[in-house]
């Protein structure tokens, strides 16, 4: 079972947002996701479940009710100094390293940035450190780097981010 989340909801949408840009964090999230489901849904052999939106405590909770959960997934975007040129995959536990590399091997394969990092979350959101599963928090890019956030006004990005995410997840699980 896969549990996958976007990052926020929609009255706190997180700092990952690019007003100039009219990139909303939460917005963009939802989207990706989005194709990250139909990415498994094309895919029968997996089953699924997305995080109910709501605030972070109101996920882990219902994150620890599911059964059977082989990884959980959140996606969000990053925001830093506006310079910031890199996306990362980050993790708690050895399983999850092993799944956010797969994760980025595939973001380095089809999104148009260099740099991909994987890392143990310094401060870990609850999302990582209270929840039962193997967990990963997916950061694409940069929403306050201009150059990063535009790609998100490309129509097919969701689309690719998405791709990209699925098939990390997929060898994770395929591999484990
Ligand atoms: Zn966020």
Not at 16 to 28: F, M, Q
Not at 46 to 67: A, C
Not at 107 to 128: G, N, S, T, V
């Amino acid at each position: 079972m896969i549990l996958i989340s976007a990052g926020h909801y929609p009255r706190k949408p997180g700092g990952g947002c690019n007003p100039a840009l009219d990139i909303n964090e939460h917005r963009e999230c939802v989207g990706i996701v989005d194709c990250i489901e139909a990415e498994i849904k094309r895919d029968s052999r997996f089953d699924y479940k997305r995080v109910p939106i709501g605030t972070l405590s109101s996920k882990v909770k219902w994150i620890n009710q599911q059964q059977d959960v082989d990884i959980s997934v959140e996606v969000h975007l990053n925001a830093f100094n506006g310079e910031a040129d890199y996306g990362c995959s980050l993790y708690l536990s050895e399983k999850g390293k092993r799944a956010a590399g797969f994760i980025n091997e595939y973001m380095q394969r089809y999104l148009p940035f260099r740099k991909f990092h994987k890392m143990p979350m310094e401060r870990p959101l609850a999302f990582l450190k209270d929840t039962r599963p193997v967990s990963v928090i997916v950061e694409p890019l940069f929403a306050d780097n201009g150059t990063m956030a535009r790609y998100l006004l490309h129509p097919r990005s969701h689309d690719i981010i998405g791709r990209a995410i699925y098939l990390g997840i997929k060898k994770y699980l395929l591999l484990t």
